[in-house]
């Protein structure tokens, strides 16, 4: 059919479609039938098509309705347009799908009809998303009427630019055929009707109104009508809706205007200009209207689409109540501007005892305006300007702009002060020193609730925070407390930022409550935010900062008067460790040495406090300060004589060794965490390897492989033969057994010798409720990787019924029956069942002999005596590993330093400590000799200062202290105690001997 010339371009794109929704039906219809055809029925057709599956039965008769409803709108123009459109007079009236059917095999109909699909009851999930169940916070439809407004500001300023351009330049310089063809659309040639169609048209050239004096506009009010009800609106002068837009979009959960086909085709329009007309629509889910139900029981709308050529369309009227959710739309006329009201009679005043007011969550909401915003409220009135940044807490001259997108920002305290904005809304990713908006191209993807960002373009942030260095030099807020506060996020900038102020500006004030005005030479202290925790001296201090330049430190701001600590302590710091040995810190120094690297939430630097930095310390940093390991080495080699264990730079070291994400997960001390922590040993364990696996979804080997990379860090990996290997896949029930609740988190064993217990291994059959054979043969596949099994008899093991109660009683008698240990502790281990079975140790060990017939792990015992002992709280604390009471002294040869910690954590003295443990001798409990002056010993430990020297966190408490002390682990004990370097050296070697320790000769 050869179309006409002067057919409209709607016409001829709707019967291009048409004639390809009648290929694809006979194609469709064709993939498993010979018997398709059209049948004429009165004015319309009929499909009559034979379908092997349902699919394609519901396919077909969803093309048929489409086609239906486009031929509908053909002949609708065809009835508009008689005069040109006679060619299509021809077109049938309408389609129908009566005549699809289901084939036939032996068995009958392949398929039954009606169509039974997958659904929603509708009633239920509307509740779901208008309620607080989804959404948490009400205030959140607060923030959906804005979104709304804005977009709608947004897409009108876009289609008037777009008929500005229209009217100009794109016009004039078209071709001949395009000049002509505006000509006739516009009415500028031809007979009477035409041009009487063209006067229709004239909002192609604008003549509505003129677009450059149109300004976006959004006003919230919050107030109460006639009748008292209370009710929240929002009024814009956007692009506004029609009935199509209420049906299709608003009344459609699910559906963004983004995705209807008038909005695809006509931003396809608009990228053809030059330069390109952009629009970012800012809903990404299209489920947000039905938040309003949260504040509201009824919704009242009244809006006024803006048509194509500019002219405001009908004005409509829809009131929705909220119980059953159907729209009733009254006309009103012809409008005379677009634009929506949306108002929400509130169900409720009050949220969490808090009234609900427009205004405040506006000002906590609404940081940054794209159009003019005012609320009114009653009497109270606020304003937002275009593109200021209206902080809810900072006054204008604390936030310094620098940039479309960004605002540098300080209060007193440097308290997250900042955000990262979506479209000038708060986000819960909160910032330190500065304002961030994502907008356009850079707009974050957000949770459903629009509160955190699931992801954004964190390159793009950097480069910006870069970008906006420069006005930083003369900024009187920036100080050092300010630049540590920003750069514990942000070290790449910080360590942009120190570079770039230091030749201008190298002092800068303190800004420390109680500090501000102290000017601090930046080219001596360096920023390093770690330092903040020296300034307030406490026992966290070694996990807070690396206790190796712990001494440095304190020598350099001991200068300046600022630290809590006598002169007599800070002068007897050695002059091998002043501040002059010591490399200048820098942010990215702060940034390898902290665990908490990455961690979204601000928490505070965790250190390792026996001064070592395991390879995945080096990979994460490496990672999230997106530099080559080596370059990471080679600043950790700087502190290498200051006393830090460090993998030296390895020359065969690679820049090419890159870390990926999956690297991450690998690496990370509990896997199924979103915050990774690196995991904190040299060595990786088959449980690790395990875990890995299973969290990154890929082969044992290849995450075996992913670990060998990095063994030039002097990383221990499993070892196996890669044939041991082929097809070894982590499956969901490893999971569960090779971690240490049974949950999948952390790994279990993760000991290098990678022993199994039996008593593991038998809480993972019952956690999978199944034989501890078949758990037994789950774990054999990984033997060729080195996991060693308990050695017992699974056939002796399966014909014993042991309870759970009693199976958590046995755990270290069970370990020890699988990994036969000669100098176990039996003596603990009863003691610890008893207790957690409520009743005598006679009785447990009564208990304990159906365990006989595995292995002889109980030896004969007088019964007598073992009747005598009444066993008590201070029993479970003297006979645990840590004297936590959480584990179970593993050895039966009692160290001199557990009983001496056991005697200050016990309020005892040491004679009386021994007299509780010797109750224990007959069970081959092994009690030291300490040939000590006793009566001297307990005076040592009543001063709670000698163990707190002698301890790593320097609490007094596990873990200890071992083998060679560096010096400046003395020194940190010194400052800690605030006395001489002496004095603690004096301390500490006193009863070194007892705990094991080696001291050096002299500071």
Known sequence: MQMPKTADKCCIHSYLLLVTCYLLLIQQALVNSNQTRWNPVGVGRNLTATCYHPAIDVALKDHVQQADEFLSQILRRIGERRGEMEALAGFPKHLMSDGIIAARDNSGLVY???????????DEIRELLMGEQLYGDPGLAIRELYQNALDACRYREARLEYLRRGDGETWRHGDAETRRWREVETGRHGDAETRGWGEWETGRIFRYQNSAQWQGEIIFRQEKDQNGREYIECQDNGIGMDMEHLSKCFARAGRRFADLPEFIEEQAAWLKCDPPIKLYPNSQFGVGVLSYFMLADEIEVETCRLDHQGKPGEKLLVRI????????????????????????????????????????????????????????????????????????????????????????VADEYHINEGCILSDGLRTEEKQSGVVV??????YPKLTVDRKEIVECDRQYIQDLLVQGVEVLQEWELLTLSWLWKFSKKHPNVGLHIVQSILEQRPQLKLGEIGLRNVEISVLQVGCFDMDRWLLHFG?????????????????????????????????????????????????????????????????????????????????FAAWYLNQPI????????????????????????????????????????????????????????????????????????????????????????????????????????????????????????????????????????????????????????????????PKIDIESWENLNISSEELDAYKPFLDAIGHPKPDWNLAAAL??????????????????????????????????????????????????????????????HLAPAHIILAAAKLKDTIEQVIQRLQRFEFLGLEIPEIDEDLTALNEFIADNQNLMALSE??????????????????????????????????RMRRFAHLFEITLPESL
Not at 112 to 122: C, S
Not at 571 to 589: H, N, R
Not at 962 to 986: F, N, Q, Y
Request: hydrophobic fraction near 40%; charge should be negative.
């Open 539 to 619: 026992s966290n201090i070694v996990i807070r900062i690396p206790w190796w330049i712990i001494p440095y430190r304190t020598a350099l701001w001991g200068r300046y008067g600022l630290l809590k600590l006598s002169d007599a302590c800070l002068e007897s710091i050695p002059p091998s460790m002043q501040p002059e040995f010591c490399p200048v810190l820098d942010p990215i120094d702060a940034a390898i040495f902290n665990r908490n690297l990455g961690r979204e939430k601000n928490l505070a630097p965790i250190v390792r406090s026996d001064g070592t930095i395991f390879p995945a310390q080096i990979i």
């Open 112 to 122: 039954q009809k009606p169509h039974i699909n997958f659904q929603l009851a509708h």
């Open 630 to 789: 080596r370059e990471i080495l080679q600043q950790l080699q700087r502190f290498a004589t200051l006393g830090l264990e460090c993998t030296s730079v390895d020359q065969n070291i690679s820049d090419n060794l890159l870390v990926t994400e999956e690297d991450l997960i690998a690496f990370a001390e509990k896997t199924d965490r979103e915050e990774k922590e690196p995991w904190d040993k040299k060595y990786i364990p088959i449980a690790q390897l395990v875990l890995a696996s299973a969290r990154i979804n890929e082969p044992i080997a290849q995450t075996l492989a992913r670990y060998r990379k990095f063994t030039l860090l002097g990383l221990a990996i499993p070892e196996a033969s890669p044939k041991s290997l082929v097809n070894l896949m982590a499956t969901p029930e490893d999971v569960v057994i090779f971690s240490s609740e049974l949950d999948g988190k952390y790994p279990y064993p993760e000991q290098e010798d990678n022993k199994l217990s039996l008593s593991h291994l038998v809480q993972a059959a019952k956690k999978l409720s199944e034989p501890i054979s078949a758990t037994w043969k789950r774990v054999e596949r990984f033997v060729p990787l080195g996991i060693d099994l």
């Open 321 to 408: 109540p909220g119980s059953s959710g159907l729209f009733r739309v009254q006309p009103l006329g012809m409008g005379s501007d677009s634009g929506t009201r949306v108002r929400l009679y509130l169900n409720r005043t009050h949220h969490e005892g808090q009234r609900i007011s427009c205004i405040e969550i506006l000002r906590q909401l609404l940081w940054i305006a794209e159009f003019p915003t005012e609320v009114r409220q009653g009497a109270r009135r606020e304003i937002w300007e275009v593109n200021q940044l209206k902080h809810p807490e900072l006054p204008c001259h604390r936030c310094l702009p620098a940039g479309d997108n960004l605002w540098w």
């Open 437 to 442: 908006n994502l907008r356009q191209d850079y």
């Open 831 to 892: 003691v610890f069942a008893a207790t957690r079975l409520h009743e005598t140790v006679a009785q447990t060990f009564n208990r304990l002999q159906n365990l006989k017939e595995l292995e002889p792990i109980v030896p004969e015992v007088d019964l007598a005596l073992l009747e005598k002992i009444t066993i008590t709280s201070e029993d479970v604390t003297l006979l645990s590993e840590k004297l936590d009471g959480e584990a179970v002294y593993p050895s039966k």
């Open 953 to 986: 966190k320097l609490d007094g408490r596990y873990p200890l202290l071992k083998g060679e002390i560096h010096p400046a682990r003395v020194v940190v004990a010194a400052c800690e105690l605030d006395e001489p370097v002496t004095v603690t050296l004096e």
